[in-house]
T-cell receptor, first 112, second 115 residues
Framework: KQEVTQIPAALSVPEGENLVLNCSFT??????LQWFRQDPGKGLTSLLL?????REQTSGRLNASLDKSSGRSTLYIAASQPGDSATYLC???????????FGKGTTLSVSS | GAGVSQTPSNKVTEKGKYVELRCDPI?????LYWYRQSLGQGPEFLIY????????DSGLPNDRFFAVRPEGSVSTLKIQRTERGDSAVYLC?????????????FGPGTRLTVL
């Protein structure tokens, strides 16, 4: 059974810092991996999607990497801003390629 | 519409009652998903529709939960004889459905509280 783990559970940093969020998964047979952002009381916003054949994806200050063989992904946020404060969720497509399996998320707080 | 919408945004009910939660997917999206998110947890998959049919309902916790999508657009998640443990945010997502790895777009969720 696929399990997704995110470390750390919470992170507080001052504005301007570069930071890394970690995601690991137990079954490397995935179709893709996505990083989402969730603001309190809101739905999920997709940030980056990495296909299983890809190594990384970039969008603005965000860079996500995927090492499928070791079951790991990282989300790198450059020059963090208070507006980046949110919960970041990692999710993988299960073997059937339909449902997403999520980690519990990392709650990020960026202080000004 | 512009995005996935869900109604109601909040629902408070009493133990044992029946509830219906509605999801309006993005126009043209053939795939629709329901997830449930408990406090401090990531979303957990419930059911996936491709068109009108449930392609994967393996995440439904028991037979009190049922979902329909009669015309391949709007979906309703139905919960019978609600229990306090059903309290959670119920999220709906849709995708184009043309490949197995299309991006899923999520709605804001319905917060269900069972007293």
């Amino acid at each position: 059974k696929q399990e997704v783990t995110q470390i750390p559970a919470a992170l507080s940093v001052p504005e301007g810092e570069n930071l890394v969020l970690n995601c690991s998964f137990t079954d490397s047979a995935i179709y893709n991996l996505q990083w989402f952002r969730q603001d309190p009381g809101k739905g999920l916003t997709s940030l980056l999607l990495i296909q299983s054949s890809q190594r990384e994806q970039t969008s603005g200050r965000l860079n996500a990497s995927l090492d499928k063989s070791s079951g790991r992904s990282t989300l790198y946020i450059a020059a963090s801003q208070p507006g980046d404060s949110a919960t970041y969720l990692c999710a993988v497509n299960n073997q059937a390629g339909t449902a997403l399996i999520f980690g519990k998320g990392t709650t990020l707080s960026v202080s000004s | 519409g512009a995005g996935v919408s869900q109604t109601p945004s909040n629902k408070v009910t009493e133990k044992g009652k029946y509830v219906e939660l509605r999801c309006d997917p993005i126009s043209g999206h053939t795939a629709l998903y329901w997830y449930r998110q408990s406090l401090g947890q990531g979303p957990e998959f419930l059911i996936y529709f491709q068109g009108t049919g449930a392609a994967d309902d393996s995440g439904l916790p028991n037979d009190r939960f049922f979902a329909v999508r009669p015309e391949g657009s709007v979906s309703t998640l139905k919960i019978q004889r609600t229990e306090r443990g059903d309290s959670a945010v119920y999220l709906c997502a849709s995708s184009l459905g043309t490949t197995l790895t299309d991006t899923q777009y999520f709605g804001p969720g319905t917060r269900l509280t069972v007293l």
